[in-house]
């Protein structure tokens, strides 16, 4: 789960790392007065769920609460196209609006989960604010890494090193490792993915501040963290996206027009490499689980038929212990309920096959049963055309 | 033969008294895995399919001699599971739990390195050591005794994979689905050492998908060390880059953990990938035929 830079600095802030003053605005009209509130000099921030904002217009400096108004008329009406967001774009609900801070120095600075080594790793790195896996790529020397120690807990001396590493001396050494010490504490507390500060910057006053911030949460931990539902901004995520997440289904919408309904998400991409081998394009990629129940059989099967896109549907469910006349009838069920006249093709493996079969031969939908992956595959190809 | 598990093994199942773990305790059983007993705090002394259910692991051991445990605690305090059961002196874990947070498996992962407890998971399908035992949520039935060894990240897609093998005639040793969470137990390469030392298991096919680099150091360790054919199939190659697929380990970032690369990789390091997924049962009797390359 990702949230909004201003968010993410909210979090920083109550964790003692100083953050410049600003203020979230949802109108133009409260962009200029947040822009008049900072002098008029100030950073206009789109938020949106996606990096590379500077290089696409979405981070500007302005001089007057007209100018910063003008910019926030132009940011709403548009989508936000970066690098990260893909060629659709995001579309921009909130901005930031930040006071303008003088920077004598930029560094890259964010906590992750290294896999190799199954802990959390501390990034950190004196070419802040440029592209950083640009520099990890070119000049890894450059790039400070600490895998810590889940039982021992990221250490004074250990964040000191860093700071130092960074060149930072004196009393902003010190800064620095309590700023080390509280990021790892919030990336704990909050059960972060991610947390980083990219530039982390010292300002021409001699501070410590962290002029960008992103922040993502661990799916599996939202349960116990009640506030995060509540902070999701929705325009940032596709429909019927936000749908299927409401029943447990991962969905995500592609550029094709066959609509794929599988379990497991290893299997799912399997079938989209197959589909692409047989000239077909799909549509979605939608994983309705390991043990496919008949429910959210028939909840995936409304949310492909929603993407005005799709033109046929394949349906491939391992369904192993789960028996396979049970899914056929959450697939005619659903099926007849939206009145579907596409052409359906179902492959499915598991217990009652047979029995399966048999039901949605006679349950009068336009569809046909495979055999297997392939054959299920070339047959939704073919009745496309 | 076979690894990790065979038909003496004695299988203890924690969260039995849940719907899954019944049901799976159940069908573990059915298939002919010694269920010995359950533990879920707070029931002990109750029986439940004519199992015995204790409070804790260690007490479940002392009665049963259990040597492994297959879990199906809720994420909450499945962490929590694991630990008491390496503390207990298990030799196996295998941790169906799906939604585990990472902040929760972080320390479990650093404290199992100091016991000789192996764990399997979590989020995985389990492991089976075909017409011997089960233990895991996999269906029984497409497994066929054999000299193959399988080792997965995914769920169903394995059980596509394995359904091809005993299609072809290629049964199995043990077919281990070690998870797709970013913090597992036994990983690619320690799952391929077990293979390679199984006198039993005469090649093994190996089933990744995009993210990450665990197929990557797989495949270089192929190179170095494996006596025994192996073939792949990595799912993935048509994924959109940068999007995420459901699965915490599906991420393709910044150019690496691309099927692409993976595929290259392994078949520089004398790997047969299956091109396409309909095509697994051919690569294994491929690389059969050409032996260790």
Redesign the interface.
């Known amino acids: 789960m990702n949230i909004h830079e201003y968010q993410a600095k909210e979090i920083l802030s109550n964790y003692d790392i100083p953050v410049p003053r600003g203020r979230v605005c949802l109108t133009a009209d409260q962009v200029e007065r947040a822009a008049k509130m900072m002098g008029g000099h100030c950073v206009v921030k789109a938020q949106i769920y996606a990096g590379g904002r500077g290089k696409a217009g979405g981070v500007k400096v302005v001089h007057h609460p007209e100018q910063a108004q003008d910019l926030a008329k132009e940011l709403f009406s548009r989508k936000l196209v970066t690098p990260q967001t893909g060629p659709e774009g995001l579309r921009v609900r909130r901005i930031l609006v930040e006071e303008a801070v003088e920077i004598a120095r930029e560094f890259y600075l964010s906590i992750t989960l290294d896999r190799a080594t199954s802990r959390y790793c501390l990034i950190a790195s004196a070419e802040g604010g440029v592209e950083i896996e640009e520099v990890a790529q070119k000049s890894p020397e450059k790039i400070h890494v600490l895998n810590i120690d889940p039982l021992t807990g990221l250490r004074s001396y250990q964040a000191r090193k860093i700071a130092l590493a960074l060149g930072l001396t004196g009393s902003l050494c010190e800064d620095c490792v309590a700023l080390i010490l509280s990021l790892y504490r919030a990336c704990l507390d909050k059960d972060c993915s991610l947390v980083e500060i990219n530039p982390l910057v010292v300002t021409r006053a001699g501070w410590l501040m962290a002029m960008d911030a992103k922040m993502s949460f661990d799916d599996n931990a939202i349960y116990r963290h009640r506030e995060y539902p509540d902070m999701v901004d929705y325009s940032q995520l596709d429909a019927l996206e936000i749908t299927a997440g409401k029943y447990d289904l991962a969905y995500i919408k592609l550029d094709g027009t066959i609509g794929c309904l599988v379990n497991g998400a290893g299997l799912a991409m399997a079938t989209l490499d197959v589909l692409n081998e047989c000239g077909g394009k799909p549509a979605n990629f939608l994983d309705v689980g390991g043990g496919a129940t008949r429910e959210k059989v028939a909840e995936a099967f409304k949310i492909i038929l929603q993407d005005p896109d799709v033109k046929g549907i394949f349906v491939n469910i391992f369904g192993g212990i789960m028996r396979c006349d049970v899914i056929a009838q959450g697939i005619i069920e659903a099926a007849n309920e939206v009145h579907c006249p596409l052409p359906i093709v179902v492959r499915m493996d598991g217990s009652q096959v047979d029995e399966g079969k048999k039901l949605l031969k006679a349950s009068g939908l336009n569809v046909q049963c495979a055999d297997n992956l392939g054959d299920g595959a070339q047959r939704i190809v073919k009745m496309l055309g | 033969m076979s690894i990790l598990l065979n038909k003496d093994s004695k299988v203890l199942v924690q969260g039995i008294t849940g719907r899954s773990g019944l049901f799976h305790a159940r069908?573990c059983r059915e298939y002919g895995t010694q269920i010995v007993a359950g533990v879920t705090p707070g029931k002990g002394g109750v029986h439940v399919e004519g199992i015995p259910v204790f409070n804790t692991v260690e007490e479940a051991v002392r009665y049963t001699q259990a040597n492994v445990s297959m879990i199906f605690v809720p994420?909450?305090s499945a962490a929590d599971a694991i630990l008491e059961a390496a503390a207990a002196g298990l030799e196996l874990a295998v941790c169906i739990t799906e939604?585990?947070?990472?902040?929760d498996?972080?320390?479990v992962?650093?404290?199992l390195a100091d016991h000789k407890m192996r764990l399997i998971g979590p989020n995985c399908?389990g492991l089976i050591t075909p017409e011997e035992s089960k233990v895991g949520?996999?269906?029984g039935?497409?497994h066929k005794k054999g000299k193959i060894g399988v080792v997965?990240?995914?769920?169903?897609?394995?059980?596509?994979a394995v359904?091809q093998l005993t299609d072809a005639g290629l049964g199995q040793s043990t077919c281990v689905g070690i998870g797709?969470d970013?913090?597992i137990g036994l990983n690619f390469i320690d799952c391929l050492k077990l293979f390679n030392d199984d006198p039993k298991t005469e090649a093994v096919f190996m089933?990744g998908?995009?993210g990450?680099?665990?197929e990557e150091d797989a495949a270089e360790w192929v190179k170095a060390q494996m006596k025994k054919p192996v073939a792949a199939?990595i799912?993935?190659?048509?994924?959109?880059p940068?999007?995420?697929?459901?699965?915490?380990g599906?991420i393709v970032t910044?150019g690496k953990g691309k099927a692409a690369d993976k595929i290259a990789t392994l078949r520089d390091c004398g790997v047969i990938v299956a091109d396409?997924?309909?095509r697994m049962g051919e690569a294994m009797r491929a690389a059969l035929g050409k032996g260790k390359g």
Not at chain 2, 99 to 103: L, Q
Not at chain 2, 242 to 248: F, P, Q, S, V
């Open positions: 069908m994420p909450p939604g585990i947070p990472v902040r498996m972080v320390p992962k650093r404290i399908p949520i996999m269906p039935y497409i997965s990240r995914s769920g169903t897609l394995t059980y596509e359904k797709g970013p913090i089933i998908e995009i990450g680099s665990a199939f799912a993935g190659v048509t994924a959109p940068g999007r995420r697929m459901g699965h915490a599906a910044g396409s997924p309909t």
